[in-house]
């Protein structure tokens, strides 16, 4: 909310700069990103943020060590955290800044079933919704319930990618 009242980004860019360490959710940045109009001032969001420039593959990174260390992993995310992104990818307009945002959420949160199923309402095309699940598919927290995912898909033959994804 504070950086919204600032017209410029060079003025949020500075704000979140000396904010940042006072930032006790930054689970959530996701949410700040959604501030910046421009792909230039994301990426020095993203940097000052601690979020790493490749997202996709920081979270390849997190997933074998994760594996490798047998770490537990942590609850899914919070209900008024989730809500959050929900909105934040309503107010995206393309399929790519979604996934980007939910990359980002996924780098320091993980997701229920029920949550990934209202994630993938937010895209459209199957492929999206597969992309979604290349992504998420190693942070959900309750394995048990994917055949709640694999049923939201309409055809087979993603049902069956959607599957071979999850296991």
Known sequence: EMLEHFSF????????????????????SFQLMDVFTFAKDKK???????????VESALNMLKHREFSQGVEMP????????????????????????LYLIELAAFRNTFTSNQVVQL?????FSRHKLRL?????????????NFHIIS?????LD???ASELLK
Not at 134 to 142: G, L
């Open 9 to 28: 980004s060079k003025d949020q860019l500075q704000t979140l700069e000396v904010l940042r360490p006072r930032i006790s959710d930054i689970g959530n």
């Open 152 to 156: 939201a898909f309409d055809r087979g």
């Open 133 to 145: 699940l290349e992504i998420i598919h190693y942070r959900i927290t309750d394995p048990e319930n």
């Open 44 to 54: 020095r969001a993203s940097q000052l943020l601690g979020q790493p420039e490749d």
């Open 120 to 124: 993938m309402e937010k895209l459209k």
């Open 75 to 98: 609850a899914a995310m919070e209900p008024s955290a989730f809500s959050g992104l929900l909105q934040v990818l309503d107010r995206q307009s393309f399929p790519k800044e979604k």
């Open 159 to 161: 049902k069956k990618r």
